[in-house]
């Protein structure tokens, strides 16, 4: 077979030529657990934290039910704190910051370089265990014991007056966090070391790019958190004082230790997210992507300016008012790396070959929602007008626009774009577009409502509220089931093409990038041979083939 055909997939390897793929190649429990395969430990990672995700829904679910009454009749305070609480730590901490990385991340980083797997396969495993052990645990210590905190764990709370296992539950999310610092510094090294011949900096793709700068966040702030987090530990358990005002202490040095940390860290869960909308729309539009050297670049000045900007959270908790002029600054600063980014995908759209395919739906989608949620920042990093909506549901919808609207929809539209390639399965095309339209219309209708009662003065993580807030609270409840169905949705479909999806060929997509030159699934070590890049993988210039 000539070198052409093996790097253009539209021309199919003869059967007796394609070596057995990942998937089948061993299909014991400890060829799966004890495994070494990027790919395998992605999938790993894909069924745990949905496994969590699951979790984390249904306790959002339940709060969310309990704000349907106003008097709080449905749970007890503590109930309701602790519920809150549970949702918040499962999605943060086991979802939202390993979603993409550890999942697509692992699967795909290798493949669109051309290596072989990870620079430390082994560490990568680790990385898992660590992370499932670590979250199990703090799972058991959440569900059994209780923690009502609130997931950022704020002292005085987490030190003197929280009830529940606080110092068990904080153990576990700092174990948690050695997982994050074992990928980040795997997928570093693996950048800088191991891409293919001819895989130049500037020929990477945009999603290596956006998991290179993640990397640099979670291997410089994870440390900072874990920092903060044994202060907390040594004050609640041996009363060292520092943050207990009443021995010298200062509970607001915890906030800014954790905002250090977890201010950066949203970018952690918005980044690779990035990342993937720049894949989307470039395949979906069929045209070369706009501006790639503005894009990557963006993304390391994301990475590095969100190190300055963790102030936004403290306007006014007792910083200087010249301190919160500096950071309400910085936080109009970091917004134009991620403006450019919105205004790139926008070109590489405009008079594109648009298919509005799955993917590409959840793409315009994360668009519209992330542009909502990130104009809604620049709002609260106005001290005026932070003042007025500070400690409401305002922040919550902030919150969960980023989050949820460019995280978990941005996970979801990766995970139909390359499920092909991860299964070698096509899933039902109607159902997914149908899910993207309810993802939209439900999120949409869980969340904005919030913004109202944030403006109107309702405050965050209280049970009880006015009944002149019930109306929009029902509404938020409401769209909750129809996101709900989004979320469910998807894992009937996928999980129904393993056995009955038709089989997807190597590059169902026409799509241009390295991991589309290989099999679908891809073989134990990614390429029958190295591969030599010599192409632009964004060079859409030629028309796509026929169906």
Known sequence: MSDAALRDPRIPAPVIDRPEDYLHVEQTLSSWFFTTDHKRIGILYLVSITGFFVIGAIAAGIVRLALVVPDGSILSNEVYNRMFTLHGVIMVWFFLVPSIPNTLGNFLLPLMIGAKDLAFPKINLLSWYVFVTASLFTLFVLLWG???????????????????YVIAAVLGIIVVGYSSILTGLNFIVTVHKMRAPGMTWFRMPLFVWSLYATSLILVLATPVLTIALVLVFVDRAFGLGVFNPEQGGDPVLFQHLFWFYSHPVVYVMVLPGMGVMSE?????????????????FSSLAIAVIGFFVWGHHMFYNGITQYSALTFSLMSFIV??????????????????QIRLDTPMLYAMGWIGLFVIGGVTGLMLASTALDGHVHDT?????????????ATVVAFLGGIHYWWPKMTGRLYSEPWGRVSALLMFIGFNMTFFPQYILGYMGMPRRYAVY????QVLNVLSSAGATILA????FPMIYLV??????????????????LEWTTTSPPPKHNFRKMPIVDFDPYDYSNEPPEE
Do not use: C, R
């Open 335 to 352: 917004a134009v790396p991620s403006a450019i980014k919105v205004y790139n995908w926008a070109a590489t759209i405009h008079k594109g």
């Open 466 to 469: 006015p009944e002149s807030y």
């Open 280 to 296: 989307l729309v470039t395949a979906y539009a069929y045209k070369k992507i706009f501006g790639y050297k503005f894009i990557a």
């Open 393 to 405: 549901y305002f922040v919550v919808a902030h919150f969960h626009y980023i989050m949820v609207g």
């Open 496 to 513: 129904w093409s393993l056995w009955y999806g038709e089989k997807a060929g190597d590059n169902p997509w026409h799509a241009k990038g």
């Open 485 to 488: 169905a989004a979320y469910l």
């Open 146 to 164: 209780g923690v009502d905190t609130g997931w950022t764990f704020y002292t005085p709370l987490s030190t003197q007056y929280a009830n529940g």
